[in-house]
């Protein structure tokens, strides 16, 4: 060390502290990780099994062919675009409808905040899959929603509501609405409620205080709201896969198809670490934006 | 028409069981630096966000300019506050937490430009008006709260404890300025404090408040020299109580004291009063030679506190502990008396004044 500051003891701590998790990180994630990239690179026999050359140990080459391939394939590229567009879209109306709520949950009295919290996480008490096959019988052409629309006129004949993006993107604005409830009604209920004193003391209507204080100081928890629902909904697979239909293709059931039914592991191990690139990329941009939004950052 | 700019009438406010606010009259001058002084919980700060309309009353009345504001939301309210720890919006500038207000009122932009310069000049804060609240010292963070309440030009400005959060040395510095500013501007300032040498110094008028009642409104030397309340005597200053009983005899005003076996002549009549009480520097060490003044007794000198210009003398006479505060006029022949010793305590028949029960 070239020099030694009376920080180091605690620096010492403070690694030996984060050492486990660390460990944890890294034997968890970065090695799987590594693994996958190995796989990526690799040739695919379907004839093996597990279905590819291990370059490593000296059989077969070592290319970026799955990547070519991912590149070279319109339809990837397709998945890529719908994914975003679709993550982006739900992530958004996610944040539209949960933002009020959370806005009602930190301004309801005190007493009433956790349980209005743990209502609005109940639905994590049943499982995921159930909740989204009742989706499948609720939006069917014979189900309830339809039959609802038909008896009050609203509609001549049943609508295709299931299997389509509407039904993607109902099914994960309501899956993870959650995600952006927790995050929104956190960073409003830390909002200094003085401010809006200070705005209303000064001449803001109602309307004007949310505009000019609530909302630019709750930056920080629409951002981390959407990304919790954009990041999982990028590669979700159970979704697309119970509601959207046989067309659609989204980049986690692509991913699935080329892992188990086409059985090419080094192209679903390509379209994993795109994937990764992909939900790496908005973060980044964000985390910047956010840097630049907070109270703290310097405009 | 009243000629008071704001008017009390019977304001009320309770939080569950307590009233925090019980039936408080008050006028308020235009122009004028009033104070409302009181310790913690005794209802000033609720009373203040009454006046704002950041609370609603559960009852009486609030007059501005001899309008009924009682049921006006506070954006409609011509007065603003300055908050405790200042509530500076965290995402704007100091020019941008300036114009705020001029902006919800709908000023015109060139005029919300010359009115934030003048703000920012008479705060001396022209040098950090692209700063962020969080950049600033807290001295600077307090002025900036000031030229936010003061720029839209409001009949009356709130300032909530607005020098508490700031140290000792900042706090005589930022009094000063105060004063000098709301001199300036003209504009009628309610203080709250607990500091009762800030709300002295600074008011021209103090209500003292207890429990969510106003005891006494006085100009600051007519609450220190003629309290009419036993807690505004305590809370003000120190004092030393007598108890014992008052009566008139042949036109003169006397007050039995029986724990120092002593009657008393004093100036001004309270009839019933079973109090008396006189501050610490009224209590005078009377010359070796013999008392010069009508009252006086005789007390043991216990611990003495010295403080370069005074000395304040605990002193016991019976069971009675009593303060009498020495002041060190004279370089020679003004010396503290040493401890233990027995002295001989004067004071005049004006220094002394008679409390209610």
């Not at chain 1, 339809?75 to 409808?97: G, K, N, Q």
């Not at chain 1, 192209?267 to 939900?279: E, R, S, Y």
């Given at each position: 060390m070239p020099f030694s500051s009376p920080t180091e003891p605690r620096t010492r701590a403070a690694l030996a502290v984060a050492g486990l998790p660390l460990a944890f990180f890294a034997a968890m994630l970065l090695l799987p990780l590594c693994l996958i990239g190995a796989i990526s690179l690799a040739e695919s026999d379907p004839a093996l099994s597990p279905p590819f050359r291990p370059w490593w140990s000296g059989d077969g080459g070592i290319g970026l062919k799955s990547y070519a391939l991912v590149l070279e394939?319109?339809?990837?590229?397709?998945?890529?675009?719908?994914?975003?567009?679709?993550?982006?879209?739900?992530?958004?109306?996610?944040?539209?409808?949960?933002?009020?709520?959370?806005?009602?949950?930190?301004r309801a009295p005190e007493k009433l905040r956790l349980p209005l919290l743990a209502l609005a996480v109940l639905p994590f008490w049943t499982s995921f899959l159930v909740r989204v096959y009742a989706w499948i019988g609720l939006l069917r052409h014979d189900g309830p929603i339809n039959a609802l629309l038909l008896a009050l006129g609203l509609s001549e004949q049943p609508l295709p509501l299931l299997y389509g993006e509407f039904a993607i993107h109902l099914g994960i604005v309501y899956s993870y609405l959650p995600f952006a409830i927790l995050p929104l009604a956190a960073n409003l209920m830390a909002l200094d409620s003085r401010l809006l004193d200070a705005a209303a003391d000064l001449g803001a209507r109602p309307m004007s205080a949310f505009l000019r204080v609530t909302l630019p100081l709750s930056a920080p928890g629409i951002a981390a709201a959407f990304l919790l629902v954009f990041v999982p909904a990028l590669g979700e697979f159970v979704i697309p896969d119970l509601l959207g239909g046989p067309d659609n293709l989204m980049l986690g059931r692509l991913l699935w198809n080329e892992f188990f039914q086409a059985r090419d592991w080094p192209?679903?191990?390509?379209?994993?670490?795109?994937?990764?690139?992909?939900?790496v990329l908005p973060l980044l941009f964000l985390s910047r934006l956010l840097g630049r939004l907070a109270p703290g950052g310097r405009g | 028409m009243s000629e008071a700019l704001l008017v009390l009438r019977g304001l009320s406010k309770r939080f569950g069981a307590t009233a925090a606010v019980d039936g408080v009259d008050l006028e308020i001058l235009p122009g004028e630096f009033f104070a409302l002084l009181g310790g913690s919980g005794c209802g000033k700060s609720t009373l203040l966000r009454l006046i704002a309309g950041l609370e609603r009353p559960d009852g009486g009345a609030i007059l501005l300019e001899g309008r009924d504001i009682t049921r006006e939301p506070p954006y409609r309210r011509p007065l603003h506050m300055m908050f405790q720890n200042y509530a500076l919006f965290p995402h704007l500038t100091v020019a941008e937490n300036i114009a705020f207000g001029l902006r919800r009122q709908g000023w015109r932009t060139p005029a919300i430009a010359a009115r934030v310069e003048e703000m920012l000049a008479l705060t001396h804060l022209t040098e950090l008006a692209q700063r962020k609240p969080h950049q600033l010292s807290g001295g600077q963070q307090q002025r900036v709260a000031l030229a936010r309440a003061l720029a839209p030009r409001p009949r009356l400005v709130l300032l909530d404890e607005p020098l508490s959060a700031l140290d000792r040395k900042l706090r005589q510095a930022m009094r000063t300025e105060l004063a000098a500013i709301q001199r300036e501007v003209g504009i009628t300032f309610i203080i709250v404090t607990h500091d009762q040498e800030e709300a002295m110094s600074l008011a021209s008028r103090v209500a003292v408040m207890d429990k969510g009642r106003i005891l006494q409104v006085d100009r600051p030397q007519a609450l220190y020299e003629r309290p009419r309340d036993r807690f505004v005597a305590s809370f003000i200053g120190q004092v030393n109580v007598l108890a014992g009983t008052f009566r008139s005899d042949g036109g003169r005003l006397l007050f039995d004291c029986p724990a120092l076996g002593a009657c008393f002549q004093i100036a001004e009549p309270l009839p019933g009063a079973r109090t008396l009480a006189i501050r610490p520097e009224k209590l005078r060490l009377a010359d070796p030679s013999g008392p010069r003044l009508p009252n006086h007794f005789r007390a043991r000198v216990e611990s003495i506190e010295y403080r370069g210009e005074n000395s304040l003398i605990r002193l016991e006479a019976g069971a009675l502990s009593l303060l009498a505060l020495h002041v060190h006029r004279d370089r020679r022949g003004d010396e503290d008396p040493p401890i233990g010793a027995e002295v001989c305590l004067e004071f005049g028949p004006a220094d002394a004044f008679l409390l209610p029960d």
């Open positions: 394939e319109g339809i990837y590229a397709r998945a890529w675009l719908d994914s975003l567009r679709i993550a982006a879209t739900s992530a958004s109306l996610a944040v539209l409808l949960g933002y009020p709520l959370a806005l009602a949950i930190a192209l679903a191990a390509a379209i994993t670490l795109m994937l990764l690139a992909m939900v | -």
